[in-house]
């Protein structure tokens, strides 16, 4: 039997990267997909195509996640598509570089508001729908080593995902009366397009490398698979937590 048999997923940001292959490992385990971002183009065609072929069922949705309201609107759309939904990836983000005595108002808030208010209305449209619909929803966030461990000229992004890991730690608490459960995921440094100036250039990859244990760059599939895990009922006990997925390190101690 599929993990996932009559289940239906919706990946936010899915057209590529980390989100994409959320998609893929949740169809390949047995979910129907519905994928979202800004814009429907050839990647989401492609995707769809994919996942059909594995003899699910995959639809796009757009909605920009910076917005309440589309985030609101996104849930009551994913749900009208297959007429139920179970699982929620909140997994689109934008981070921008810039020293913090030079971060805009402008970057400011589209970080907050796609990494944090985004996801905060979207989660509050889903748990709405559970409540009602007595599902027992799950609802995994991705969030960033950077909701424990600094990034310096990132003040704003790392300000985003930590405020990710309060808002998992008290939903947790607060949903469990609904059995919704509530995670994130927590990458290191993944090769995906977020991260192309760095795998660009090949002496701060380097540097990067030498402060990770397993001395490589994440997988979009390694992300992917503790996705799948937290979203089935393998994880039925598991809420409220983070989940690295970092190749070691976060908690990296050098030996002198
Ligand atoms: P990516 O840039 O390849 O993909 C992000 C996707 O989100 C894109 O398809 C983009 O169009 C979409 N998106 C952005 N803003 C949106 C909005 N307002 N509405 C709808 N869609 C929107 O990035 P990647 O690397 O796949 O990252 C995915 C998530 O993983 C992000 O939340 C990021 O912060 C997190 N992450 C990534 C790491 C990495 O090393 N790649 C490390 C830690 C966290």
């Not at 589209?110 to 559970?130: A, D, E, P, R, W």
């Amino acid at each position: 039997m599929d993990r996932f048999e009559n289940k239906i997923a919706l990946i936010t940001g899915s057209s590529q990267g980390i989100g994409a292959a959320c998609a893929l490992r949740l169809a390949k385990d047995g979910c129907d997909i519905i994928l979202n971002g800004h814009k429907f183009d050839e990647r989401g065609e492609k995707l769809i195509a994919e996942i059909q072929d594995m003899g699910r069922k995959a639809t796009f949705l757009q909605a920009d996640l910076s917005k309440a309201k589309e985030a609101t609107k996104l849930i009551t759309d994913a749900v009208a598509v297959f007429g139920h939904l179970d699982i929620l990836v909140n997994n689109a983000g934008v981070e921008k570089k810039a020293s913090f005595w030079e971060v805009t108002e402008e970057d400011y808030d589209l970080i907050m508001n796609t990494n944090l208010k985004g996801v905060f209305f979207s989660i509050q449209s889903f748990v709405n729908y559970c409540r009602k619909s007595k599902v027992a929803g799950t609802i995994i966030n991705m969030s960033s080593v950077h909701e424990e461990i600094a990034f310096p000229h990132f003040a704003a992004y790392c300000a985003s995902k930590g405020g990710l890991k309060m808002l998992t730690r008290n939903l947790a608490s607060e949903l469990a009366q609904f059995n919704v459960r509530i995670n994130n995921v927590a990458p290191g440094a993944v090769s995906t397009p977020i991260n192309q100036d760095l795998l660009n250039n090949k002496e701060q990859l380097e540097k990067v490398l030498q402060n990770i244990p397993l001395k490589r760059m994440g997988k979009v599939e390694d992300v992917a698979a503790v996705v799948a895990f937290l979203a089935s009922d393998d994880a039925s006990y598991v809420t409220g937590s983070t989940y690295f997925v970092d190749g070691g390190l976060t908690y990296h101690y050098e030996e002198q």
